[in-house]
């Protein structure tokens, strides 16, 4: 038999001006089979005799059972084309076919004949049906969280040809960006040791271990009317945790589009653990952060595919306040600095890039879905990681019941914070248990066979869905708050821990962001309202000669001033002295004007003393019914004069709180 010989190919993520060119080549060595309405467990069993027999030759290296495709390695490289040939013959077999390798870092990569094509505002879609029939391919899927964007579909036994095909497509003047769908395993970003993370300080024997102020948030809120979406392989939702009445809400598997969010392999166990982190409702052995929040199960496929995008999108188009997502590309070996994967950069293709900027501009009627991603867990920079590292994704980094960074976690610039979970030895390749019990699937399935919980997950995906509940006990009391609200705020509502070794510049660590998440401080911030420093300027035994006013948090887009309310002259801004006139009641004659994109949330309220020789200013948010629904430019003022009341200072205050 004559050995194919195929040529590199090349594919490019983020169309023609700024995309990256990947050079791919057949990989020698990996084989991919794909079964005919047959789980991959029991393809042996359905092949002949002589085909059975090919299967001693080959041993699995990862699998996407959801869709019965199973990635072998051969023992020996010329065996290739003789096995699939022979293969190809079977019944149970719908396809036997090459992997692919990304050259730089010799990832495997399957492709599924499908195309992401995306054309020019304006290029209608009849013109896209004739597009496609001249190339033998059908309108797959439209993405309708991104404009003129579509899945495509080539005729069955396309092979290799689709590398080539999606080149030519890309090369007309119309198409904008155009790639061949390639799957990734998927790296779920879990440790194998126990997670710990509800208790702010625990003195159990010698150790003090740190966790997060949960219960003090907890008397404030508990998740109340937030809905948090968590992308992963599925969630248990028979476990006893999740069967509060409207507990789980809109659930989807974006691999198969059905109304289920379920486990359907052995390996589906990570999204029941996440799931249980951020929401858990408390019933029985475990609690999540936020107990009283909603779940969004989503069950999506590997790396790179349409799903993931759909997944995204979902969660958007059915209400999530907050999206977790506590996987992405490979990791390197974290003990290991000489692993070459630590190096390897891998963007975000197309599609899942055009549905994260969905969710962060059109999630929460406008606001903006908080989209949270695991760091990871390869003690790399988080540069080459296109998901953790897109602009207004909140990446979430791991520390440990110490208080140090965990060791495998990942760092960068676009880490935000970090959440306690399992911790590690630079000197051995395992993992101290320091965690408490989360969700597990139930029954014989899950972590720990014949038990519903599990004290064996870690890493940075038990960070980042511990991070998406405590925003989830924010949102919950201050629901209008948009998604670029929350990283400055996190800026004030950490606790920066790790010391020196934090390498904090200008408030912010490679290694935890702006510090460990305390939701109970943010609540605190944001309840206090905002009390503006004011003072004045009295002579003894003369009248009032002069008053300014100081903003004392300054995350909101927010700018106040000030001025006599008949006076002709300027207006002074936050913190300038505005000077008396010389006439009687000059504090009561004072306007304030607050201007600024935050200003819609806002009342502000100036309150005089009795005897005319003292002002109090507070802002007050508004109630969520008056700025849930406003549709508001971005460029467009917005301006409010106020005028003070003469009130009691003392029964100011208590009104404030």
């Not at 905002?530 to 903003?551: I, N, V």
């Not at 508001?632 to 009691?648: G, W």
């Amino acid at each position: 038999m004559t050995r194919e010989v195929l040529p590199d190919a090349f594919f490019c993520y983020g169309g023609k001006q700024r995309g990256r060119t990947f050079q791919v080549s057949p990989a020698k060595d990996l084989l991919v089979l794909r079964t005919r309405d047959l789980p991959l467990g029991l393809l042996r069993s359905a092949l002949s005799q002589d085909s059975a027999i090919l299967m001693d030759l080959i041993t699995l290296q990862f699998a996407f059972p959801e869709v019965g495709v199973g990635v072998f390695q051969l023992r020996h490289e010329p065996q290739l084309d003789p096995i699939r040939a022979i293969l190809k013959k079977e019944p149970a077999v719908r396809f036997a076919g090459r992997v692919w390798r990304e050259k730089l870092s010799a990832c495997p990569l399957v492709y599924t004949e499908n195309l992401f094509i995306r054309c020019r505002a304006g290029y209608s879609a009849l013109n896209l049906e004739r597009l496609c029939t001249s190339y033998g391919l059908q309108i797959w899927d439209k993405l309708p969280f991104a404009g003129n964007a579509h899945f495509l579909k080539a005729p069955e036994h396309t092979g290799a040809a689709v590398f080539s095909l999606a080149q030519v497509l890309l090369s007309r003047p119309e198409v904008l960006s155009c790639y061949p769908e390639l799957v990734v395993p998927r790296n779920l970003h879990q440790v194998d040791a126990r997670q710990w993370y509800l208790r702010e300080e625990s003195r159990e024997g010698a150790i003090r271990p740190r966790g997060v102020a949960v219960e003090r948030a907890w008397k404030t809120s508990r998740g109340e009317n937030t809905v948090v979406a968590i992308i992963d392989d599925g969630v248990d939702l028979g476990h006893p945790e999740f069967q509060l009445k409207g507990k789980v809400v809109f659930p989807r598997d974006t691999l198969r589009d059905t109304n289920q969010a379920i486990p359907l392999v052995p390996d589906d166990n990570h999204g029941t653990c996440c799931a249980g982190i951020a929401i858990a409702q408390g019933s029985d052995a475990a609690s999540g952060v936020a107990p009283m929040a909603q779940l969004i199960p989503l069950r999506s496929g590997g790396l790179g595919s349409l799903s993931e995008a759909k997944a995204i999108a979902w969660a958007v188009d059915h209400g999530a306040d907050i999206i977790s997502c506590s996987w992405g590309p490979p990791d390197g070996i974290w003990y290991d600095p000489a692993s070459p994967a630590q190096r390897i950069a891998f963007p975000i293709p197309d599609g899942t890039r055009l549905a994260l900027k969905y969710a962060l501009k059109k999630g929460r009627f406008g606001r903006g879905c908080i989209v949270l991603w695991a760091a990871g867990n390869g003690n790399e920079d988080i540069r080459y990681d296109g998901y953790a590292s897109f602009p207004g994704v909140l990446a979430v980094a791991a520390c440990d019941y110490r208080e140090n960074r965990a060791p495998y976690s990942d760092f960068g610039k676009n880490v935000a914070c970090c959440f306690p979970s399992s911790s590690g030895s630079h000197n051995a390749r395992q993992y101290v248990a320091d965690g408490i019990w989360t969700t597990d699937r139930i029954g014989q399935e899950g972590y720990e066979p014949g038990g519903d919980y599990t004290g064996t997950f870690g890493g940075t995906s038990a960070a980042c869905p511990g991070a998406a509940g405590a925003i989830a006990l924010i949102l919950s009391q201050f629901p209008w708050l948009e998604t670029r609200h929350v990283r400055p705020m996190l800026r004030y509502c950490c606790d920066p821990i790790g010391g020196d070794a934090g390498g904090y510049l200008d408030g912010h660590s490679p290694y935890f962001g702006y510090g460990r998440i305390n939701p109970a401080k943010a609540l605190i911030l944001l309840q206090e309202v905002f009390l503006l420093e004011t003072t004045w300027d009295k002579p003894l035994g003369q009248s009032m000669a002069a008053f300014r006013c100081k903003f004392r948090h300054t995350f909101l887009l927010l700018n106040l001033s000030y001025g006599l309310e008949e006076g002709k002259g300027r207006r002074c801004a936050a913190g300038e002295w505005l000077y008396s006139d010389g006439k009687p009641g000059f504090l009561s004659r004072i306007s304030f004007f607050l201007e600024g994109r935050d200003a819609y949330l806002f009342h502000i309220k100036p309150f005089v003393s009795r005897d005319g020789n003292a002002l109090t200013v507070r802002l007050f948010w508004k109630r969520v019914d008056d700025v849930s629904f406003q549709k508001k430019s971005n460029n467009a003022p917005f301006s409010r004069k106020l005028v003070p009341s003469a009130h009691d200072s003392n029964s100011s205050s208590k009104m404030a709180h």
